[in-house]
């Protein structure tokens, strides 16, 4: 695939909806998850034992879904710094992929719903993952405040903008949310696109479609802090232009209503 190709990835055989695929994938991750929440507990696990997790759940994610996943860009990423990475949201699948390729330490800033899940709620919480609740804006505050102490300590944010799937796979509109964690803690925004989650693991479907080609593609970072908070909008526009500047055209704007 050349780096100009903006369609979505094709699959690479048409293949039905295979549930068992997705209970593999539960299963694996009900793996992972127990001995973090035991170590957390215990106040024993170290970030980097986190980090290798994170890492080989998303592998055996992908494997077990037999996604080929391209991932361009990384050149754009300086695993020293500290970043707010923000992408479109596409699939549940975007979760593994952005684990999958991201070569630092990166936490997930999460739906506080996700919190409420027996065994992954409480892994996601020891393994400092912020969760946010967006319909209470106190609370959403402190959690970009959590998620501001989490960057001093040296982790990279990972953040959609858009708040929730896409249904269609058009980029939605932007919360403004993250973009002030990035103003805040002075850091740059490092935009990506993914393309082809949507196709693995469609919005309210448990069942996974496997062999799909799926692809990340991080942009040149934007710094944040040269905007202010007085150009704010500005900032969220360029974000936009980049992370949409890798979807197909027709995808670029939010969905008719």
Same mark, same amino acid.
């Given at each position: 695939?050349?780096? @100009?190709?903006?369609s979505d990835p094709p699959s690479h ?31 024993? /696990?170290?970030?980097?034992?986190? @980090? ?70 409480? !892994? ?119 992370? !949409?500047?890798? /979807? ?10």
């Open positions: 695939m050349s780096d @100009d190709d903006t055989t048409r293949t039905g909806p295979s549930l068992g695929v997705a209970l593999m994938t539960i299963a694996h991750t009900a793996k992972v998850c127990a001995p973090t929440v035991v170590e957390g507990t215990l106040g024993r /696990l170290r970030r980097e034992k986190a @980090d290798a997790r994170l890492d080989e759940w998303s592998r055996v994610a992908a494997w077990l879904a037999d996604m080929r996943v391209e991932v361009s860009g990384t050149e754009h990423i300086d695993p020293g710094e500290t970043y707010v990475v923000m992408s479109n949201h596409q699939s549940n699948y975007d979760i593994f992929t952005m684990y999958y390729a991201y070569p630092a330490t990166l936490r997930m800033v999460a739906k506080v719903e996700m919190r409420t899940i027996p065994l992954l709620g409480r !892994a996601m919480e020891a393994a400092e993952f912020v969760f946010v609740d967006r319909r209470d804006n106190q609370r959403a505050r402190e959690s970009l405040e959590i998620a501001r102490d989490l960057m001093q300590s040296g982790v990279s944010v990972w953040i959609a903008p858009e708040g929730t799937r896409s249904k269609t796979g058009h980029l939605g509109p932007f919360k403004k949310g993250g973009f002030m964690l990035a103003l805040q803690a002075g850091v740059r925004i490092l935009p990506a696109t993914i393309r082809g989650t949507r196709h693995v693991q469609p919005i309210k479907q448990l069942a996974v479609h496997r062999h799909q080609e799926v692809s990340l593609t991080f942009h040149p970072p934007i710094d944040a802090p040269s905007y202010g908070v007085d150009r704010r909008d500005a900032l969220m526009a360029e974000v936009r232009t980049a992370i !949409a500047s890798g /979807l197909p055209e027709e995808l670029r704007q939010p969905a008719e209503p």
